[in-house]
């Protein structure tokens, strides 16, 4: 733990955009020191003697860099008076990098460019009473009048809220009417809590939702980077990006500055604690995520092996239970499910087809309520080895009757890096399930990946908020 943690929290450096500074007086302890990269125990004080002996600007702290990974060029389609919208896209680029990002001003670019992509990033500023940017104007006509079938496109908006909060972030809605009329799947859809307008032709039908990103620059703009780094990671499961760590990368502390008074500190207190510190005695900080949600998620499982109700375990853990509540259908009153908006449902598939034995009795009678206006995202268990022609079908099974009974299904899975032949789990692009796939029997070295990229999926599906607080070990 210690070593992992010491690992990850170096990679949060770059990743938050923190700078590292030295507290004075500050008391720290230190359990354990563990070399890294062979998990051995290092045979001395090596780290903190060469903390005593050097000045901060000789440190060369260890720094992992997340690269990214598509099979899929993504084309981003922007237009800028200001520049501030094309700085965001910028910023786009620089995190993603070169090769998956690919960026277009409008001004000068030729509408048919958007039909070489499948993955789609638009910006378009509003302007003034509710108008597209100039470039949009003219853009927007020729784009709304292509084949846009089987185009996926995420969305991102600056407008003002304070002084035009009649008109707040308008664009968004004028052109996803208008791409949506052309085929267009418009994803990434952006709650609305946390701005303060009148008005919006940017909202959803639902009324909490922006049809993209809404950044302001000109009242919010210290929630920048809040909201791109959580909008960053929900691209990740829309357009099928995939991440890794390179390690061994080097960054110079140049400046060492007090958190809380931003004033130099007068000696190396830290330093020489530490030089003076047995391994046992230093203890590193830890951080701990909280969520939060206004409302609360009914997950609803069937397990006979306990797998599937080992992860919806990991989900309340995750989140907590203040906003996880857990129901198991063997004895669960299907009324139950109509206390929920937001519901996670969890059915491994048995043999070949077949639905797990509790669900055969459950699916029924929550398919004959009337779920109008619930959000649910489901997981399934299955085997694609052994069971190659049925992989997953529970989650189709699943899917069709709820969606009859007007539920609204979310959180499609890319079926990228399964085995198997057929699926009704499969949904009507071949190319995603209904949910989120896991295989104990043959994958399960990926439960962990597959479940971190599913829980911040779960974040912007179900609007839940994350904060950062201190914790102890």
């Not at 991102?156 to 809220?161: S, Y």
């Not at 039908?205 to 009242?219: A, M, R, S, V």
């Not at 061994?248 to 140049?254: F, G, K, L, R």
């Amino acid at each position: 733990h210690d070593a992992r943690l010491y690992k990850w929290f170096d990679m949060l450096v770059p990743i938050f955009n923190l700078s590292a500074e030295t507290i004075e007086n500050a008391e720290v302890e230190i359990e354990e020191v563990v070399n890294i990269d062979t998990q051995e125990q290092p045979k001395d004080d090596t780290v903190l003697e060469q903390a005593a002996d050097s000045t901060v600007d000789d440190i060369d702290f260890p720094v992992i860099v997340r690269k990214y990974n598509s099979d899929e060029k993504i084309g981003v389609f922007y237009g800028s008076n200001t520049g501030n919208s094309e700085a965001i896209c910028d910023r786009i680029q620089e995190t993603f990098g070169e090769e998956i990002i690919e960026l277009f001003n409008v001004a000068d670019a030729d509408p048919n460019k958007m039909l070489e992509y499948n993955h789609i990033i638009i910006s378009c500023p509003t302007w003034y009473d509710g108008e597209l940017q100039e470039d949009w104007i003219e853009f927007l006509p020729k784009i709304a009048a292509l084949d846009l079938n089987g185009k996926k496109i995420v969305m991102f908006g600056m407008g003002d809220q304070e002084g035009y909060a009649d008109y707040f972030l308008d664009a968004l809605g004028i052109i996803a009417e208008d791409l949506i009329k052309a085929g267009a799947k418009i994803e990434g859809e952006w709650p609305a809590d946390g701005y303060d307008f009148n008005k919006s032709k940017g909202l959803m039908p639902d009324g909490k939702h922006f049809y993209g990103l809404g950044l302001d620059e000109e009242n919010q703009s210290e929630l920048h980077d809040a909201r791109l780094y959580k909008w960053f990671d929900m691209l990740v499961p829309i357009f099928n990006l995939s991440a890794e760590t390179i390690e061994n990368a080097e960054v110079e502390i140049e400046e060492v500055v007090n958190i809380d008074t931003q004033e130099q500190p007068k000696d190396d207190t830290v330093l020489e604690q530490a030089a003076d510190s047995t391994v046992d005695d230093i203890d590193f900080p830890v951080i701990v995520r909280k969520y939060n949600s206004d409302e609360k998620i009914g997950v609803f499982y069937g397990s006979n092996t306990g797998n599937s109700e080992a992860i919806c375990d990991r989900i309340q853990e995750t989140f907590g239970e203040e906003i996880i509540e857990l129901f198991n259908v063997a004895d669960a009153d299907p009324n139950k499910m109509l206390e929920y908006n937001h519901i996670i449902i969890s059915c491994p598939t048995w043999y070949d087809g077949e639905l797990q034995e509790d669900w055969i009795e459950f699916l029924p009678k929550i398919a004959a309520l009337d779920l109008n206006g619930k959000k649910i995202v489901m997981f399934g268990m299955g085997d694609q080895e052994g069971y190659a022609d049925y992989f997953l079908d529970a989650l189709g099974i699943i899917a069709e009757d709820l969606i009859k009974a007007g539920a609204k299904i979310e959180g499609e899975w890319p079926a990228d890096g399964y085995d198997f032949n057929k699926s009704k789990g499969l949904m009507p692009d071949g190319k995603h399930f209904y949910g989120l796939g896991l295989d104990e029997e043959n994958q399960s070295e990926l439960h962990d990946s597959r479940l971190e990229k599913w829980f911040e999926m779960l974040l912007s599906v179900f609007s839940i908020t994350a904060k950062i607080v201190d914790g102890e070990r």
